[in-house]
């Protein structure tokens, strides 16, 4: 997912996937668990999340999963 808004300022990008996190914004409501969900979803299968940003042009959020191994035909058939 990508956005073009203010970016995340390079000093929280360490932090920004823990529990509880939350942006510099003071108006905004929420608990800061929602990258920490997306973070632990996708460790419990393996696989890893990552943000690039930069200030002033915006943030891509990115995830890769591993390939599923093929499963054998049954042989029921």
């Known amino acids: 997912m990508a956005d ?3 970016g995340i ?3 929280k ?10 942006g510099a914004k003071p108006d905004r409501t929420g608990l800061g668990l929602g990258l920490y969900i ?5 460790e419990a299968h ?4 990552w943000v690039e940003s930069q200030p002033r042009k915006g943030s891509a959020f990115h ?3 591993p390939k599923a ?9």
């Open 46 to 49: 393996g696989g890893r999340v």
């Open 4 to 6: 073009t808004g203010c």
């Open 9 to 11: 300022p390079e000093e």
């Open 69 to 77: 191994p093929r499963r054998a035909p049954d042989d029921d058939t």
């Open 13 to 22: 990008l360490a932090g920004i996937f823990e529990r509880f996190s939350q």
């Open 63 to 65: 995830f890769a999963l």
């Open 38 to 42: 997306v973070r632990r979803i996708v």
